[in-house]
């Protein structure tokens, strides 16, 4: 079983940067494609980010491309959120998500593990 943890949110101004780290355990990160996305109040959970299992490709959603970079390091078996330039819109539960399903997985029903979620607030 994977188990994924969360950490690096906050409170931030907007304007500022965080970075978010998803730690796997329980197995290797490597078999998966690793997924970011999150979810504001009343509103659906949304897609943010996606890197492929070698980590030679990335897709982001359009609303955070040029600001926001996925990277992961699988010796560490760690997934990053690099998250510049942050706006109040952007304020959410940030959750990390893997997938055994191969390309740019940006479908929330594609991933079969899920963090609990770190909380980003951008003030304004």
């Known amino acids: 079983q994977l188990q994924l943890v969360e950490s690096g949110g906050g409170l931030v101004q907007a304007g500022g940067s965080l970075r978010l780290s998803c730690a796997a355990s329980?197995?290797?990160?490597?078999?998966?494609?690793m997924g970011w996305f999150r979810q504001a109040p009343g509103k659906e959970r949304e897609f943010v980010a996606v890197?492929?299992?070698?980590?030679?490709?990335?897709y982001l959603a359009n609303s955070v491309k040029g600001r926001f970079t996925i990277s992961r390091d699988n010796a560490k078996n760690t997934v990053y959120l690099q998250m510049n330039s942050l706006k109040p819109e952007d304020t959410a539960v940030y959750y990390c998500?893997?997938?055994?399903?191969?390309?740019?997985?940006?479908?929330?029903?594609?991933?079969?593990?899920w963090g609990q979620g770190t909380q980003v607030t951008v003030s304004s």
């Open positions: 329980g197995r290797t990160v490597s078999s998966y494609a």
């Open positions: 998500a893997a997938s055994s399903v191969v390309g740019a997985v940006v479908e929330r029903e594609m991933y079969a593990y």
């Open positions: 890197i492929s299992r070698s980590g030679d490709s990335a």
